[in-house]
């Protein structure tokens, strides 16, 4: 088998940070020899989340077996989603924003048994929906967690209850067509009804403005995908919340925002 050296798009930092959460988890636990060192491990995890790396090229690359690689895969999962931030904690910063950004977006995964929950009439695929809120620049702020992709953008937002918290925080919010109904803070464009006039000059200026401003929450999604992992998911969609989560936590660390 041939093998060849490879890089990973992360600073040292965020290496670091998880591999202290390993060694914390081993110390806590009283763990026993393991066939990487914590170092190690959160390689074989940074590897898989951000470079899309299968559990059979890990275990060849690090010369560990593949059930031992997908364990210590889930375990740096688990450790990191614990830490995840929720919608609450999230809010003290997005308070602070001039405006948000929310915007869906849908994660590809395999298909399941029970498919049809799983199914986005929209993207004409199977996936899970997550709910992205950015801030003014576009930089990533907070992520949902996943719902089956039949789930519209609104009503996924109705089901976290973002709308609430934007709406309670006084946040101005801007969004697209889909959440119209919202309400609230949460500001959506224009949109022709049948049987009713065309929109007006004034209306499709407004139109025009405020795609510039929702334009910018598309580099938020970028930042997540960014995360290869996420370019389809093989695994039960259940667990896709926790690889969210993850994502979320190394991004924080790697933007150096993270507050632990």
């Not at 951000?50 to 375990?75: H, K, M, P, S």
């Amino acid at each position: 088998m041939l093998s060849y050296p490879s890089t990973i798009s992360l600073s040292g930092r965020t290496l670091n940070h998880l591999a202290d959460r390993i060694r914390i988890h081993r110390k806590q636990h009283r763990s026993r020899w393991r066939r990487l060192d914590p170092g190690q491990q959160a390689l074989l995890a940074l590897a898989h989340l951000r470079n899309g790396d299968t559990y059979t090229r890990l275990a060849a690359g690090f010369g560990i077996g593949v059930a031992t690689a997908w364990r210590y895969v889930q375990e740096a999962i688990a450790l990191l989603a614990a830490t995840a931030a929720d919608l609450a904690t999230a809010m003290r910063r997005i308070r602070k924003l001039a405006y948000a950004i929310l915007d869906g977006t849908l994660i590809p995964i395999d298909r399941v048994a029970d498919q049809k929950p799983y199914y986005s009439g929209k993207h004409k695929r199977h996936g899970v929906n997550v709910q992205v809120i950015a801030d003014a620049a576009g930089r990533l702020v907070w992520a949902s967690a996943a719902l089956p992709g039949a789930a519209h953008d609104l009503t996924a937002a109705r089901i976290h209850e973002i709308i609430a918290a934007l709406t309670n925080a006084d946040v101005m919010t801007f969004a697209d067509k889909g959440y119209q109904g919202a309400r609230g803070s949460v500001r959506t464009p224009f949109k022709r009804r049948r049987f009713r006039p065309k929109l007006s000059r004034w209306q499709k200026t407004m139109n025009m403005t405020h795609a510039k401003v929702r334009a910018r929450g598309e580099r938020a999604i970028a930042t997540l995908k960014n995360w290869r992992v996420l370019a389809k998911l093989r695994c039960c969609p259940r667990r896709a919340t926790a690889i969210v989560q993850t994502l979320l936590v190394l991004h924080e660390v790697e933007a150096n925002r993270y507050a632990g």
